[in-house]
């Protein structure tokens, strides 16, 4: 029998390789096992097939890259031989596109509905708790699923991080349909009681007061469960009970009265470090882990950050006129590179699209970047943060001296 080749060896010894979806700039990891008892090698090649690093490392500090390349965004590739395609491999997109609507968008309008990111969408009976429109809002691409999943009544959950839109999406929504709105934000402070309901002594009689939960789902308003993910086991368990759609709640503390949903009512969820969020659980002090069946119950999407185009385009539409196509993307484009340093943990805080607008707003009013950023974003931060802010800000902007 022949010897194996140099090449079929280290094949053999390969465990896996590491690679960014999206930066194609950022090359590749593979680790392989070494010539030396319980020891790996690591080796990096750059985009350009370079060897930048290739060295030996125990296994506790291979667990330390592989949790550290899973933070960056890298992700693991098979390297299994190719397995023998199956039989309707090649027919399963075509009859899929055969199945599937050219434009669900198309519903004939009536008076109680209203187009919203390009999708018919009904009115609600409006009232106090309907959010106020933002104008400059933008539903981009990301949003049309969750609309329709709205329309559906599907429990939707949003993760994502923080300050990338998640609860303001819905509430934008809610605002252009006269839909009222509640939020419950799972901060640890949050109560069962608080959520489901509790009894109490007013005026010498004792009287039940309805949590978030049962108001919403007997007046048919909207509710949204921020931070899902540092709610307390009791209330998970509790919104299990209501998240099939036409899911009924079972108040046992009243007496096992049961709260069937109004037809108007729709349950969301936000979370920072869930599902493919994992990852960043250590930026997330306290969040709890989701069980699959759990997060089974809903349809959960990602959100991310606003594009630096859309972001430009929020930025032209709020400061309308005040502002340059060209600066808008300046600014879109300094907020987009903190937000990147901010997922590599050069940063500590996120520079969400608020603090974008606010900065710009007092940009405009004392028409110097430096002296508007101190009150809206260097005092907010660390000094350390804000040196790196600052310095991602001279390097986009030539300051005056």
């Known amino acids: 029998m022949n010897e194996p080749t140099e090449k079929q060896v280290h094949d053999q010894s390969l465990l896996g390789i590491y690679d960014h979806p999206t930066d194609v700039t950022a090359g590749q990891w593979s680790v392989s096992r070494s010539d030396r008892p319980h020891m ?73 509905t209203a187009i919203v990111g390009g999708v018919p969408m009904p009115l609600g009976a409006s009232g106090p708790l309907v959010p106020p429109v933002n104008p400059a809002y933008l539903f981009a691409a990301r949003s049309e699923n969750v609309l329709f999943d709205i329309l559906e009544n599907r429990r939707i959950m949003l993760i994502g991080h923080t300050g990338t839109g998640k609860t303001s999406l819905i509430e934008q929504v809610a605002a252009h349909t006269n839909q009222g709105v509640l939020r419950s934000n799972m901060n640890g402070q949050t109560t069962v009681g608080d959520f489901v309901g509790f009894w109490t002594v007013k005026g010498g009689e004792t009287i039940w007061v309805d949590g978030v939960l049962p108001t919403a789902m007997r007046e048919g308003l909207w509710l949204i469960v921020d931070e899902v993910d540092f709610a307390e086991p009791a209330i998970l368990a509790v919104l299990t009970a209501v998240l099939e759609p036409g899911g009924r709640l079972l108040l046992k503390e009243k007496g096992n009265e049961i ?5 108007s009512f729709r349950l969301f969820a936000t979370a920072n470090a869930v599902g493919s969020m994992g990852q960043y659980r250590h930026l997330y002090q306290g969040a709890n882990l989701m069980n699959e069946a759990f997060l089974d119950r809903w349809r959960v999407y990602h959100i991310d950050y606003l594009s630096r185009e859309d972001e430009a385009r929020v930025l032209e539409r709020t400061f309308s006129g005040r502002i340059s196509p060209e600066m808008a993307q300046t600014l879109a484009s300094i907020a987009a590179e903190c937000r990147e340093a901010f997922i590599r943990e050069d940063l500590a805080s996120a520079f969400s699209t608020r603090r974008l607008l606010d900065w710009t707003e007092l940009m405009l009013r004392t028409g110097n970047p430096e002296t508007a950023a101190g009150p809206t974003i260097y005092s907010k ?14 390097h986009h902007i030539a300051l005056d001296d």
Do not use: C
């Open 381 to 394: 931060i660390s000094a350390e943060d804000a040196a790196l802010v600052r310095s991602i800000i001279q």
């Open 40 to 112: 790996y090698r690591i080796a990096h090649r750059r985009s350009s097939g370079e060897m930048h690093i290739d060295t030996v490392v125990d296994l506790d500090n291979l667990e330390s890259k592989l949790q550290k390349w899973r933070r960056e965004g890298f992700v693991r590739h098979e390297t299994d031989m190719p397995k023998k395609e199956p039989a309707h491999r090649a027919t399963f997109m075509k009859d899929l596109r055969a199945s599937t609507p050219s434009d669900r968008a198309t519903a004939p309008l009536s008076a109680g």
């Open 259 to 263: 709260v069937a949903p109004h037809p």
